[in-house]
Nanobody
Framework: VQLQASGGGLVQAGGSLRLSCAVSGRTTSSYVVGWFRQAPGKEREFVASVTWSGGDTFYADSVKGRFTAARDDAKNTAYLQMNRLKPEDTAVYYC?????????????????WGQGTLVTVSS
């Protein structure tokens, strides 16, 4: 399974970005795509997840109400729509996938990772 993340960039505070995660290779219907981020000098943290079969989503408290995770089955692509961005959202964002069930926030539970895309929010 390969994941290709894209869509990062520089945006002003209050702006929006949409990240994409193209998934290829052998997957099952019961897998989860998670979004994580890592800011300089900080540990990688969970942001959001979406189950592929039902589209169920889960969010970290820090992004709830601002970010929306989704997936397009026909395009085999997951998305993270990020609105009302804040400078503290600045980080490298990663998508990950695994044959998981339910809500999984631990990075170690995900088997496959994309290369990361940088999001910079200026104040």
């Amino acid at each position: 399974v390969q994941l290709q993340a894209s869509g990062g960039g520089l945006v002003q505070a209050g702006g929006s970005l949409r990240l994409s995660c193209a998934v290829s290779g052998r997957t099952t219907s019961s897998y989860v795509v998670g979004w994580f981020r890592q800011a300089p000098g900080k540990e990688r943290e969970f942001v959001a997840s979406v189950t592929w079969s039902g589209g169920d989503t889960f969010y970290a408290d820090s992004v709830k109400g601002r970010f929306t995770a989704a997936r397009d089955d026909a395009k085999n692509t997951a998305y993270l729509q990020m609105n009302r961005l804040k400078p503290e959202d600045t980080a490298v964002y990663y998508c990950a996938a695994g044959g998981l069930a339910g809500v999984v926030v631990s990075a170690s539970e995900y088997d496959y990772w994309g290369q990361g895309t940088l999001v910079t929010v200026s104040s």
